[in-house]
């Protein structure tokens, strides 16, 4: 109790009030937001049984939400450069929370579509705009950290909603769960739209102010899509690797329960990944900690294929804190690649992205699958990662010089 009353004393002295102020907002709400997808996988069987819905149907469900927080990230990015972070933050979230609630009251598939757009619709406020908001109030390369504890959070989200909404339907109705949850929403739009600070437009600020960095060198022209793409192959990989493992275990000789356990690992693994990856971005730089992550996640695919199952699940933890802890320094980079007056649009873009690579990817890794099988089509995610490396090293001299490393 010592050490974490020093730390939180530490890390008051440290950060103004406006922004503990945007790291608390932020951080929240995009714990809410991804709590709020994820508790799609536990309502899809409810769904499945109480109107009477077949597997394409659940799956039309599924993308009906994602698609529409993917696709229009890029307007949401747009529409807060106008109205401001704190009025689409809270709007949008309000909107995901009113979307739950319209899904508790739904009387059949049709009002569940809507529903469910009406969700996706507020979902897709929250990645680029809070994102936005963490770079502008922790400019210069402390935005690596403070946006990799934000990423964090989401995965926080993803475990306590589901679990809440698991707890809940023990006692009511998956309706009266649904309102309940749904009402959070609105209870932390008010919050947001009370308590975000209200920064001066990113375009007003020079950019030697705002990003901190060492070298006043301009953004390169081609530093932004390299980053993109080193984000589409980290997101395509974790997605072909999750495909694929529940049929390597099944090979191994898992059980169903078994590879629910397995999965546990992965993502418990993977949600330490991304805090921890924060901070050996700040010791290591971002590039350097992007080669030991996607190294580390070929070398554990690769490895996981000859092991035991035992050892198998061992390593599991390993090859999710790698898997997942990427995503933390990319994130993390991009305000040191564009002019401040273009990252909200440039999240917006990032964000896009990297979800959609991910929700295109199995697809792809699929065909391959099939025309190859598991293991072989396994073996090509491994090697396909790789391809961030070089991708990595091009983008080396693009990042200001002492960006994410040594952070003070």
Partial sequence: MRILSWNLAAWSERFSPDQRRVAAIASVTHALHDGY??????????????????????????????????????????VSERLGVAVVLALGTALAGFGYCLAGASAGFTMLLVALFIGGLGASTQHPVAAALVARAFAGPRSLTALGTYNFAGDLGKMIL?????VMLLGMAWRSALSILGCLGFVLAAIIFVVTPRFASESTAKRSTETGAVSD?????LAF?????????????????????????????????TVGFALTLIFAGGAAGKLACTFIGARIGAIGTVWLTEGLTAVGILALMPLPLEGALLLLPLIGIALNGTSSVLYGSVPALVAPEWRTRALSVFYTATIGSGAIAPTLYGLVGDRFGVWR????????????????????????????????
């Fill in 37 to 78: 997808t994820d508790l799609i996988y536990i309502l899809l069987p409810l769904w499945q049984s109480e109107f009477g819905l077949d597997y394409a149907a659940l799956g039309v469900l599924r993308s009906v939400f994602v698609g529409a927080m993917a696709s229009l990230q890029i307007p949401a990015g747009l």
């Fill in 162 to 166: 589901p679990a809440t909404l698991s």
């Fill in 217 to 221: 060198k301009p953004p390169q022209p």
């Fill in 225 to 257: 899509p390299l980053l993109v793409a080193i984000g589409i192959i980290d997101s395509a990989t974790r997605m072909g690797f999750l495909l694929f493992l529940p049929f390597v275990l099944k090979d191994k000789g898992a059980s169903v329960q």
């Fill in 377 to 408: 089509a396994l073996t090509v995610v491994a090697f396909l990662v790789l391809l961030t490396l070089p991708l990595s090293a091009l983008l080396r001299s693009a990042l200001p010089r002492g960006y994410g490393s040594q952070v003070a």
